[in-house]
C-alpha cells in the first residue's frame, strides 16, 4: 500500500510563494508519474502539474504555467510543487497524486490516479 503525505500547505498573501512536498512510502516511486491536483470549493478537482518518473518532462496546467514548478527527488521518495506568484484563485486543497505507470497520459485526469495524498490547505489572501 502506498502511502502519500503532503507537507508545506499554509495561507500566504497574494503575490507570495509556497513550497508544497509529498513524500511516497512506495517502493516503485522512481519509476512512477506523480503530480499534483486541486480542489476549490464547490469545484471538481483538477490537474495542477505532472512530472514523469525521472523528471524529464513536466506538465502544467495553463493556469500553472509560469508560476508552479513541480521536482522529485527520487532518492528521497519526494515530490515538490513550487509555487510562486499566488493569486487567490489558487486557494484550494492540494492533492498529491500517484500513477502506476512511469508519466502522465494527455488527458491528466482524476480517474489516471493511483493513489493520493490526504491533502494541503492553500489559502490565499488578496
Known amino acids: 500500500q502506498v502511502q502519500l503525505v503532503e507537507s508545506g500547505g499554509g495561507l500566504v498573501q497574494a503575490g507570495g510563494s509556497l513550497r508544497l512536498a509529498c513524500a511516497s512510502s512506495?517502493?516503485?516511486?522512481?519509476?512512477?508519474?506523480m503530480g499534483w491536483f486541486r480542489q476549490a470549493p464547490g469545484k471538481e478537482r483538477e490537474f495542477v502539474a505532472g512530472?514523469?518518473?525521472?523528471?524529464?518532462?513536466?506538465y502544467y496546467a495553463d493556469s500553472a504555467k509560469g508560476r508552479f514548478t513541480i521536482s522529485r527527488d527520487n532518492a528521497k521518495n519526494t515530490v515538490y510543487l513550487q509555487m510562486n506568484s499566488l493569486k487567490p484563485e489558487d486557494t484550494a486543497v492540494y492533492y498529491c497524486a500517484g500513477r502506476r505507470t512511469s508519466t502522465w497520459s494527455q488527458r491528466k485526469t482524476v480517474n489516471e490516479v493511483a493513489y493520493w495524498g490526504q491533502g494541503t490547505q492553500v489559502t490565499v489572501s488578496s
Open positions: 512530472i514523469s518518473w525521472s523528471g524529464g518532462v513536466t
Open positions: 512506495g517502493r516503485t516511486f522512481s519509476s512512477s508519474a
